[in-house]
């Protein structure tokens, strides 16, 4: 026994709940720490001006209030004031996440099959005519630029280019069907969970 | 009027609407719930504020109250739950100040005082309690929330730790060091503080 465990046991003390051979300790303690002693009856005496507060007069006014307050009719509640502000930001957060999950992906690929199809080509897409060449033709006139053949080989080079690109892309789908369904139904969870909370909470408010 | 029902009864009564049947619970309780939102918040104004809150919160959850709980536990776990609340609230919104009176005057206001014949027989003595009753009215306003509510419940109130255990939603072991903690902190406080209480009981055991 000593000073520390009487700090920590003081609630035991105070209420009666030690046992026979701690009390006898604790009383033992006591007769030999001034501190303690002092302590201890320095809190038996604020138990007992606690207990001695006694009643609080109560208002008279407070049951008519309370009677006032249930015969008032109660606010009706307006479901969307409370789901809006509370969904509206879960919702958004849940449509940049889908959208950027299934852009990013899809941007990159595009660069990268962009890239491939330059290097497939070996050669840039609009190939420039010799300088000596220009001018000949007087369609061309003005432009400076390519011969006619030259576009319209271009054109048809990048036609061919998108298309292919457009069926790779495709077939990238098709490899990778998981990627949307994932994030959407990650999403989708995200919102039936907030759903969820939001919609004990209104029960609860 | 005090009821000729009991609980049990009073409570069907109400889940039917009878409005009356709640008035004879309020009669019931009120004293009771009007004296933890007191202490709690150590002004008449906040007190009746929240007791009315009190009242009408168990009014529109009387009907998912199940009996597992005594009434009046549930009762003094929502009046204990909506001081708290407000508490915090106000933490939050540090420019509200308490209400005039609880900064001038002490628990009585304009109500009259009863001065018990013992006390009425020996002025002094009774100047000397009010004095001590005040400081430690102050005292407990300067502890945190936490610990005064389980002081008002244990202390003042004489709930068992079961029942505050109940009230405040948490294991004995926890009241019992929370409530531990807690008076350690009103000494603390009482001793930091001019010790009026001290010297009050030095003079009471020099004189007695």
């Known amino acids: 026994m000593n000073c520390e465990w009487i700090t920590e046991h003081i609630c035991d003390m105070l209420g009666g709940l030690l046992t026979p051979e701690e009390h006898d300790a604790v009383q033992a303690h006591l007769n030999v720490c001034p501190e303690c002693s002092f302590f201890v009856s320095e809190l038996r005496q604020d138990m007992l001006l606690l207990q001695g507060l006694g009643d609080v007069p109560v208002p008279v006014d407070l049951k008519l209030r309370i009677a006032e307050a249930l015969a008032k009719p109660k606010p009706q509640k307006n479901p969307w004031r409370f789901f809006l502000p509370r969904f509206a930001p879960v919702a958004a957060a849940v449509l940049i996440s889908i959208l950027s999950i299934n852009t990013i992906p899809g941007y990159m690929a595009s660069r990268e099959q962009l890239t491939k199809e330059t290097q497939i080509d070996g050669a840039p897409r609009l190939q420039m005519a010799p300088p000596d060449q220009r001018g000949a033709d007087p369609e061309v006139e003005g432009t400076g630029n390519c011969t006619v053949t030259d576009t319209i080989n271009a054109g048809a080079k990048l036609g061919a280019a998108t298309e292919e690109l457009m069926t790779m892309s495709l077939a990238a789908d098709k490899t990778e069907p998981s990627l949307w369904v994932v994030s959407s139904a990650a999403g989708s969870t995200v919102l039936l969970l907030w759903g969820a909370v939001v919609y004990r909470w209104y029960k609860k408010v | ?208």
């Open chain 2, 1 to 208: 009027m005090l009821s000729a029902y009991d609980d049990g009864e009073l409570i069907s009564k109400c889940k039917q609407g009878d409005t009356d049947a709640f008035g004879q619970l309020v009669d019931k309780y009120q004293q009771r719930v009007y004296n933890i939102t007191f202490r709690m918040t150590n002004n008449h104004e906040d007190a009746l504020d929240l007791a009315q809150e009190s009242f009408l919160r168990v009014y529109r959850a009387l009907a998912s109250f199940k009996g597992e709980s005594a009434f009046s536990t549930w009762i003094f776990r929502i009046a204990s739950n909506v001081c708290l609340d407000k508490l915090r609230q106000k933490k939050r919104q540090p420019h509200i100040v308490l209400s005039m009176d609880s900064l001038m005057a002490g628990e009585e206001g304009d109500y009259p005082i009863e001065i018990s014949a013992g006390e009425a027989s020996n002025p002094e003595q009774h100047l000397l309690q009010g004095e001590m009753r005040r400081e430690i009215r102050q005292a407990l306003n300067a502890v945190s929330d936490e610990h005064r509510l389980v002081l008002v419940l244990r202390d003042i109130e004489g709930y068992s730790y079961e029942e505050i255990a109940d009230m405040v939603g948490a294991n004995i072991g926890t009241i019992k060091s929370r409530l531990n903690r807690a008076r350690l902190a009103l000494r603390e406080v009482l001793t930091v503080r001019e010790p009026l209480t001290s010297s009050a009981r030095l003079r009471e055991q020099k004189g007695g």
